[in-house]
């Protein structure tokens, strides 16, 4: 599932995708930025999270932490 939010002004897409295990993993992107975000390669698959509520919330506060910066 794909969602679209905002934050500091910027949009921000949330990709979500459900596992074998049933766990959900979620990452990011963000228009026109060169970062990438590897929340699903860098969150241990065999865990994910139990809902796709919490893989989002996740994936939102690491993309805001990101657009904050250093």
Not at 18 to 24: L, P
Request: net charge positive; aromatic share 8%; hydrophobic share 35%.
């Amino acid at each position: 599932m794909t969602e679209t939010c905002y934050a500091k002004g910027q949009k921000v897409i949330l990709v979500t995708n459900q596992i074998k295990s049933g766990k959900w993993l979620c990452k990011f992107s963000i228009p026109g930025a060169s970062h990438l975000d590897d929340g699903v390669a860098s969150q241990d698959s065999s865990k994910g999270y139990n809902t796709e509520w919490e893989a989002r919330s996740n994936a939102f506060q690491r993309a805001k932490l990101m657009l904050e910066g250093p």
